[in-house]
């Protein structure tokens, strides 16, 4: 039984594209953060009519079976020439802690974009984070539970299914 069905998670992406179609009617420079974000972001894209350009991050903050995010490692950095100058959407798989983002955020932000936005397909509730990074576009929002599919991974697998499952809680 999935959390976010398939259909559901089509529908929602649409919606999404509609919205940044409208936003960023000149372009939009995408950057992709690797690896939970393929999905979603191939299937956004092709839902984009404007002029888009992607280009991908990759950022780790999990070690093996993990359920919380441990310290952020930008494994492939933010390229200066994708960012500069240019209007930029950061799209994600999910904001959890904000870290990754946050910290994305500012590495771009140094590079003097001309305009950032985040868009991720899952917020997760976090009220014991209350300062957390805004996105600008959201799929959905979800309860503090570890999910799995769609981009998302638990130890390296899950990424390949089609809709979005909650893992059980952690032992203790
Ligand atoms: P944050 O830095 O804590 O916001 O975590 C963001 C990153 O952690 C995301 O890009 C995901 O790769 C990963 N992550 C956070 N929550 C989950 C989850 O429930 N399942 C799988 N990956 C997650
Ligand atoms: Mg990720």
């Given at each position: 039984e999935p959390l976010i069905?398939?259909?559901?998670?089509?529908?929602r992406v649409a919606e999404l594209a509609g919205a940044i179609n409208v936003r960023y009617v000149d372009g939009v420079s995408i950057v992709a953060v690797m690896t939970g974000a393929i999905p979603f972001v191939a299937d956004l894209m092709r839902r984009l009519t404007i002029p888009v350009?992607?280009?991908v991050v990759a950022a780790r903050s999990y070690v093996g079976?993990?359920?919380?995010?441990g310290d952020l490692r930008m494994l492939l950095p933010v390229s200066a020439e994708q960012v500069a100058g240019q209007d930029v959407l950061?799209?994600?798989?999910?904001?959890?802690?904000?870290?990754?983002?946050?910290?994305?955020?500012?590495?771009?932000?140094?590079?003097?974009?001309?305009?950032?936005?985040?868009c991720v397909l899952l917020r997760k509730e976090r009220p014991d984070i209350p300062s957390r990074i805004e996105m600008d576009y959201v799929g959905f929002d979800i309860p503090d539970a570890f999910v799995v599919g769609y981009g998302l991974d638990y130890d390296g697998l899950g990424r390949n299914l089609p809709a979005i499952y909650a893992m059980p809680a952690e032992p203790g």
């Open positions: 069905a398939t259909e559901a998670i089509e529908r350009t992607v280009s079976t993990a359920q919380r995010a950061v799209i994600d798989d999910i904001l959890d802690s904000g870290q990754t983002l946050g910290v994305l955020f500012e590495d771009i932000r140094a590079m003097t974009p001309a305009s950032l936005a985040g």
